[in-house]
């Protein structure tokens, strides 16, 4: 029972360099997130999908793009990384069922850009 | 969504309850109650929620006044991987997450 799965862990990236972080679940949720986590500040949503097909911005959107591949899959793209975007990003993902709409979150992603 | 309010910090003894407040005076009354716990920068966990009354599962208790406008969780007796962030979030069930606010929590150390 894997929940969230993401990779990569870890990821170093220069300036300017893009890189796809990739998320996966096995819960046959319909809703999945793409947060990010610093220091000092809540975790605030990039990107979510509330189903197969559908994505749509959260607070901090600007630098990602996302693709909902399928309903299990859900992938958070930097094209051009810049230092501001070092942080850890977890995705996450929620299923209904009533009374009760819990999130499950990845291990999270590690990213540092130089 | 309400946003809450919680201490920045606890501190609890091994073995001890640890009690966590959270304020939420501005919930509305179809918004549960939502606890989740984030162990040294692994994703947040699900612990427990309610709507109005108490609830117990098998890692806490949650105490909800009559108001509704704070609640409590409870770790009965607290061991040292209780060690963790707590986010008490709330939230309309609507079966989108998107307008959650994640404060910062409480960070609650549980010392031998």
């Known amino acids: 029972n894997a929940g969230v799965t993401q990779t990569p862990k870890f990821q170093v990236l220069k300036t300017g360099q893009s890189m796809t972080l990739q998320c996966a679940q096995d819960?046959?949720?319909?809703?999945m997130y793409w947060y990010r986590q610093d220091p000092g500040m809540g975790l605030r949503l990039i990107y979510y999908s509330a189903s197969e097909g559908t994505t749509d911005k959260g607070e901090v959107p600007n630098g990602y793009n996302v693709s909902r591949l399928n309903k299990r899959e859900f992938s958070l793209r930097l094209e051009s990384a810049a230092p501001s975007q070092t942080s850890v990003y977890f995705c996450a993902s929620s299923g209904w069922s009533p009374g009760a709409n819990v999130l499950t979150f990845g291990a999270g992603s590690r990213l540092t850009v130089l | 969504d309400a946003k809450t309010t919680q201490p920045t910090s606890m501190d609890c003894a091994e073995g001890r309850a640890a009690n966590l407040p959270c304020n939420h005076s501005t919930i509305s009354g179809n918004e549960y109650v939502y606890w989740y716990r984030q162990i040294h920068s692994q994703g947040p966990q699900y612990i427990i929620h309610g709507l109005k009354n108490n609830e117990t599962n098998e890692m806490a208790s949650l105490i909800i006044t009559e108001d509704r406008k704070s609640s409590t969780l409870i770790l009965p007796h607290a061991t040292l991987r209780d060690t963790a962030v707590y986010y008490c979030i709330v939230s309309d069930n609507a079966g989108n997450n998107r307008k959650l606010i994640w404060g910062l929590g409480t960070s609650l150390a549980v010392n031998p």
């Open positions: 819960m046959n949720h319909n809703s």
